[in-house]
């Protein structure tokens, strides 16, 4: 197995595309932070209520004209509820940057870390059987599933390589750039209400959960690579359910509770901490169990697939 890891591995390294990724998130998340340390916010004024009651009476006034279960509605509403909580408990708008403020902003980068993942976890895959390669890789001494099992592995290793890194570079950014002071806590909108949490544990949960998200997601693309066998067709599908999965949930959500059972519902847990779960009677222990099953049934259906007697290549 160690073998195969190795080897499997070696494939990835001779690829240019894995420095190419490493170098643009390093890149673009320096090139983030010398744009926002240009960008410097007006300090907050004493009388701050008014300006505050007057966006308030804006979000207010729109509200009404959004669809409910859209996600204009639901980050409409949470901003409401926020200028409420910060008028209600005399909460000046925090306007500061600090290196843990500055990580959880670099949090869009992780749509990146994801869409190279996803890419690779199909490339891993089918490029064997549209190369032909995989007829030798299935003749070694070792089960068809171990060699599956060392591709998988390696996409998970790289995935957590991937996520640790963006952290690691975002922090040190942050804390050269706008240094470690300002305030530890943080107002997150869960459900119905305010609560505060704690900035370095908000933004290290969300890198986490999104990154057990983007998981799943490989796992997916993983498994449609293994049935389909090709790069271009698995890496379009993949790619286009990546980006427009959980709206489309979110929209069936709107109009039925049985969206719940479906896998883009449960792969961001970071609604059970900020935001909305998609249907009432969702949990966090039901998400995931939910992404449970789902990683069940994928295992199984690359179980089956690399079992067939024949092995076809494109």
Not at 153 to 181: E, K
Not at 253 to 267: H, P, Q, V
Not at 302 to 307: D, G, K, P, T
Request: charged fraction near 10%; hydrophobic fraction near 50%; aromatic fraction near 14%.
């Amino acid at each position: 197995m160690l073998a195969l890891l190795q080897g499997e591995w070696l494939k990835i390294r001779r690829q240019k595309v894995i420095y190419l990724v490493f170098s643009a998130l390093f890149v673009l998340t320096i090139a983030h932070g010398i744009y926002q340390a240009f960008q410097q916010p007006d300090p907050v004024p004493e009388s701050w209520q008014p300006a505050l009651q007057s966006e308030l009476a804006q979000l207010q006034e729109k509200q009404p004209e959004l669809n409910p279960g859209t996600l204009m509605y639901e980050i409409n509403r949470d901003k409401i509820l926020l200028y409420q909580y910060q008028l209600e408990h005399q909460i000046p708008p925090d306007k500061g940057q600090n290196a843990w403020k500055f990580l959880s902003s670099n949090k869009m980068l992780l749509t990146i870390t994801g869409l190279y993942l996803i890419t690779m976890s199909v490339y891993i895959v089918a490029s064997e059987y549209q190369q032909g390669t995989v007829k030798f890789l299935f003749l070694k001494p070792v089960t068809r599933l171990s060699v599956m099992a060392a591709k998988w592995c390696i996409v998970s290793l790289l995935l957590v390589f991937t996520v640790v890194f963006l952290i690691i570079v975002s922090f040190l950014t942050g804390l050269i750039l706008f240094g470690n002071a300002g305030p530890a806590e943080t107002l997150v909108v869960v459900g119905d209400q305010v609560i505060v949490q704690n900035a370095a544990f908000a933004a290290l949960r969300y890198y986490l959960f999104t990154g057990i998200g983007i998981g799943v997601m490989c796992a997916g693309a993983f498994t449609l690579a293994c049935l389909l066998r090709s790069v271009a067709v698995v890496t379009a599908i993949s790619i286009f359910l990546y980006y427009s999965g959980e709206l489309a949930t979110r929209l069936l959500a709107a109009r039925f509770n049985g969206a719940k059972y479906i896998l883009f519902a449960n792969t961001d847990l970071n609604v059970y901490f900020e935001g909305n779960a998609f249907a009432a009677g969702m949990s966090m222990p039901f998400s995931i169990t939910i992404l449970f099953v789902y990683l069940l049934l994928f295992a199984a259906v690359v179980w089956r697939s690399v079992h067939n007697k024949d092995v076809p290549l494109s």
